[in-house]
C-alpha cells in the first residue's frame, strides 16, 4: 500500500522537518522508504520511494546532492529527506531550483531527529493503510455481490466513505495482460492525481485484471469533464509515463450513498467493454453517453440482437464474399457521411464512381430509399449491434 507526503508530515518525529521545496510534488503517493549513504549506487527500482539521506561522506556537497537528488528524480522516487544539520549545513540553491522546476519533493529533516524512528512510524502507517485497502476491498467486493450489504455499508463508513459527497465508479485497464505490478501502479497514478486536487479518502483497488475506482467528484453536472481531466492528469503524469502502457476508462453513473456502487461500476464496465468493441485506446467512455447501447445492455439478450442484425442487413451479409463484398462497409460509411457520395470515397479511399456504382446495387439489392429516415435508422441501428456483438 502507500502513504501520503500529508501522512508523512502528521508522523510524530517528522513534525519537525519542512518541505524546503518541490511543493507541487507533494500529491504523489509514497510506497516504501530507502535511507542511503554514500557512496550511493542508484537502485534499480526507485518508483515512488521516499529516499532519506544523512550526507555521510559528501565531497563537494554542491555537486554531490545536485546530482543525488537529479538521480533520485530521474530515477522515479516520490522525494527525498535530507538531514541537516551535522554532514549538510544547508541545501544548496541549485538543489531546491531543480526541486522546484521538476515538482520533486525536498525535505529538511534536524539531524538530531532519529531517522529510525521517522521509518518505523512510517512502517506502521504503511501498515495500517495496507489494513485499510483491505477492508475496503472486501466492503466493495461485497457490495458488488450485493451479500451483506447493510453491514459492508456501514464499515465503508467507518473508512471514510461520505455520503454527503458525490461519487462515481470507474474501472480503468491497460492494454493487454496487465500484471499486478501494472495495475498497482495505474492505482497509484490515481491516487496521487486525486491527492493533487485535494481529494481524500481515496476508494481504489484492484479487482481481477482492473483497477475499480470510486471517484469522488464535486458535482453531478460537472462530473464528466472532471472525470476525464482527472484521466488526462494521470496519462500525462512522469510517473505513468514510464510504465509504457495505454489504459482505457469505463465511467458509470454517480452515487451518494454505498448502496449506488454496485450499479456505477456495473455501468462503468459496461463503458469499458464498449471502448474496446470499437478499438479504442487512451480512451474515457461514459456511460450515460454511450446512447443506444444501453438498450443492449438494459433490455436485449444477444439473440434478438443478432436477429435484429441478420433481418436487417441479410440480404447484403448474404453477398459476403463475392464481387459484393465491400457493400456492408460502403453502406455504412455512407449512412455516417450524410449520404455523400462524395465524403464516403474521401473516407474509403476510392473513386466517387466506385461509391456511386455499390450504392446503385444497394438500392438495387435492399430496395432501399435513402430518404426514408425510419429505414435509415433501422440500418445504422443494425450496425451498432453489428459492433456490440463483434459480428
Known sequence: MYITFKELME???????????????????????????????????????????????????????????????????????FEVGEYIRALPPDVL???????????????????????????????ANTDR?????????????????????????????DS???????????????????????????????????????FAIIRNDAVVLLSRISHS?????????????????????????TVNMGVGGTFSAPSGIAKSIGEAYKAYNLIVKCGGRNEVRIYEDIGVYQLFYEFCDNKDLRDVYYDTLGQLIERDGDEDACLLQTLEKFLDCGCSITLTAQFLNIHRNTVKYRVARIREIMKLDFTDVNRCFHIRFAYKIKKHLQI
Request: with cysteine; glycine share 10%.
Open 11 to 81: 508522523l510524530g518525529d517528522m513534525r519537525a522537518a519542512r518541505v524546503a521545496a518541490g511543493q507541487e510534488g507533494l500529491h504523489r503517493v509514497i510506497i516504501w522508504y530507502s535511507v542511503r549513504e554514500l557512496p550511493i549506487p542508484i537502485e534499480d527500482n526507485l518508483s515512488d520511494k521516499l529516499i532519506f539521506i544523512s550526507g555521510v561522506g559528501l565531497k563537494e556537497p554542491d555537486r554531490d546532492l545536485l546530482n543525488m537528488t537529479r538521480s533520485f528524480h530521474e530515477g522515479g522516487a516520490a522525494g527525498v529527506v
Open 97 to 127: 531550483d531543480y526541486a522546484n522546476r521538476n515538482a520533486f519533493a525536498v525535505i529538511e529533516l534536524p539531524y538530531k531527529v532519529s531517522v529510525g524512528q521517522v521509518t518505523y512510524g512510517f512502517a506502521k502507517r504503511v501498515f
Open 133 to 161: 485497502q483491505n477492508g475496503i476491498n472486501e466492503c466493495v467486493e461485497t457490495l458488488m455481490n450485493n451479500e451483506d450489504s447493510e453491514e459492508a455499508q456501514r464499515r465503508l463508513g467507518y473508512y471514510g466513505f
Open 164 to 202: 454527503s459527497h458525490l461519487y462515481c465508479g470507474a474501472v480503468v485497464k491497460p492494454d493487454g495482460d496487465g500484471d499486478k505490478n501494472v495495475l498497482y501502479k495505474i492505482l497509484y497514478s490515481f491516487a496521487s492525481e486525486w491527492n493533487r486536487r485535494g481529494y481524500e479518502n481515496v
Open 221 to 245: 453536472k460537472a462530473f464528466k469533464g472532471e472525470i476525464i481531466d482527472i484521466f488526462d492528469g494521470v496519462r500525462q503524469s512522469r510517473a505513468f509515463s514510464a510504465l509504457g502502457v
